[in-house]
Nanobody
Framework: QVQLVESGGGLVQVGGSLRLSCAASGSTFGRRAMGWYRQAPGKQRELVATIANDGGTNYADSVKGRFTIARDNAKNTVYLQMNSLKPEDTAVYYC?????????????WGQGTQVTVSS
């Protein structure tokens, strides 16, 4: 069973920084990628950044140049460094672990961590 536990959210002023962490437990078998998504009030959940098994990364245009995704395989943990934060970055951030098997693709989600950027 895959479990994801996020931490690092909080309240920060415009222009500030935060680092989110997502610790995964259980086997890494079948993992294809990990990533971060966010959901603001009244909006759909959207991709923020992903990191694939080969280390390839993908970012939403809105965060390119400000956010960096990284992972520590030994700790089975993925990070999201967020710099130059803006009010529009305010959202609940969710960690995602995407697995593949003979039955297809399955996404696992953390419980979410709130990020609030105040002006």
């Amino acid at each position: 069973q895959v479990q994801l536990v996020e931490s690092g959210g909080g309240l920060v002023q415009v222009g500030g920084s935060l680092r989110l962490s997502c610790a995964a437990s259980g086997s890494t078998f079948g993992r294809r990628a990990m990533g971060w998504y966010r959901q603001a009030p009244g909006k759909q959940r959207e991709l923020v950044a992903t990191i694939a098994n080969d280390g390839g990364t993908n970012y939403a245009d809105s965060v390119k140049g400000r956010f960096t995704i990284a992972r520590d395989n030994a700790k089975n943990t993925v990070y999201l460094q967020m710099n130059s934060l803006k009010p529009e970055d305010t959202a609940v951030y969710y960690c995602n672990d995407q697995r593949t098997s003979g039955w297809g693709t399955r996404n696992y989600w953390g419980q979410g961590t709130q990020v609030t950027v105040s002006s």
